[in-house]
């Protein structure tokens, strides 16, 4: 497969034995994904993010461009090895976390099959994912829509979830 580029959200709201507290692990997650066959293009500013749900404790939450030649199931194959690596356990839905790692968009477009589903089914209606997207690809398409994530963002409304301050260490 020729190279292609991918959108992943990074989150957590866990501290990590090794890492510390969450916006430590989102960054040291970042350089975890970036591997021989995984180029890191670009990532966007840790943002502090109430939790939905049942999660708790509030998030840090970051978007990152990679170019790889991995297949969509090769990629994610790889994602859910750094969250095991960095001790995520299966859980309830919406629990806490200490790494959620998530493929948002492809430049190929779809992809639903073998249990991943790209673009991410609920992407849209998330700021938590919206605002660092916009920061790092605001001019990518979203291959359902055809909406770019800044005209997804301003659709979402200016009433965000997320605060625009960096997360603090």
Same mark, same amino acid.
């Given at each position: 497969?020729?190279?292609?580029?991918?959108?992943?959200?990074?989150?957590?709201?866990?501290?990590?034995?090794?890492?510390?507290?969450?916006?430590?692990?989102? @960054?040291? *997650?970042?350089?975890?994904?970036?591997? &021989?066959?995984?180029?890191? #293009?670009? $990532?966007? /500013?840790?943002? !502090?993010?109430?939790?939905?749900?049942?999660?708790?404790?509030?998030? @840090?939450? *970051?978007?990152?461009?990679?170019?790889? &030649?991995?297949?969509?199931? #090769?990629? $994610?194959? /790889?994602?859910? !090895?750094?969250?095991?690596?960095?001790?995520?356990?299966?859980?309830?839905?919406?629990?806490?976390?200490?790494?959620?790692?998530?493929?948002?968009?492809?430049?190929?477009?779809?992809?639903?099959? !073998?249990?991943?589903?790209?673009?991410?089914?609920?992407?849209?209606?998330?700021?938590?994912?919206?605002?660092?997207?916009?920061?790092?690809?605001?001019?990518?398409?979203?291959?359902?829509?055809? !909406?770019?994530?800044?005209?997804?963002?301003?659709?979402?409304?200016?009433?965000?979830?997320?605060?625009?301050?960096?997360?603090?260490?």
């Amino acid at each position: 497969m020729p190279p292609t580029s991918y959108a992943i959200a990074l989150g957590s709201n866990r501290r990590h034995g090794r890492h510390g507290d969450p916006r430590h692990v989102v @960054a040291a *997650a970042a350089k975890a994904v970036a591997a &021989s066959d995984v180029k890191v #293009e670009r $990532l966007s /500013r840790i943002r !502090a993010t109430p939790a939905m749900g049942p999660a708790g404790r509030s998030f @840090a939450n *970051a978007v990152l461009i990679a170019t790889t &030649s991995l297949s969509p199931p #090769e990629l $994610l194959r /790889r994602l859910k !090895a750094v969250e095991r690596n960095f001790g995520r356990r299966r859980g309830r839905r919406w629990g806490p976390r200490v790494l959620d790692l998530d493929i948002i968009l492809w430049s190929g477009g779809c992809w639903d099959e !073998a249990g991943i589903a790209i673009p991410h089914r609920q992407f849209r209606e998330r700021s938590f994912v919206l605002q660092p997207l916009v920061e790092v690809a605001p001019d990518w398409r979203d291959p359902i829509t055809g !909406a770019t994530v800044r005209q997804l963002r301003h659709r979402h409304g200016k009433a965000s979830q997320v605060d625009p301050r960096p997360a603090r260490s």
